[in-house]
């Protein structure tokens, strides 16, 4: 059982930035592929990026060039830097633990892009 709580959401105006944190809980969290899902109003929930275990990372391309995730083994974190806001990111944000048999994710955190 791995628990994720993230943290770092809120309100931005367009072209600002925000950084989204990910705290496992995991042991053996460096195994794990993690992820941040987004999830707007009435849209199905999709994968922003994700970051395996040895540290590849994929993106969705609306994202590309502005996004960027990251890891700490050490400290069981997963990070998303967001640059370059737009309205069309505003969603709820989720953190995804996939690997070893399961997949985990956190409560979510609300991200608002707006002037």
């Known amino acids: 059982q791995v628990q994720l709580v993230e943290s770092g959401g809120g309100l931005v105006q367009p072209g600002g930035s925000l950084r989204l944190s990910c705290a496992a809980s995991s042991t053996i969290f460096s195994i794990y592929t993690m992820g941040w899902y987004r999830q707007a109003p009435g849209q199905q929930r999709e994968l922003v990026a994700n970051?395996?275990?040895?540290?590849?990372?994929n993106y969705v391309d609306s994202v590309k060039g502005r996004f960027t995730i990251s890891r700490d083994n050490a400290k069981k974190m997963v990070y998303l830097q967001m640059n370059s806001l737009k309205p069309e990111d505003t969603a709820v944000y989720y953190c995804?633990?996939?690997?070893?048999?399961?997949?985990?994710w956190g409560q979510g955190t609300q991200v608002t892009v707006s002037s």
């Open positions: 995804n633990a996939h690997g070893f048999g399961g997949n985990y």
């Open positions: 970051i395996a275990s040895g540290g590849f990372t």
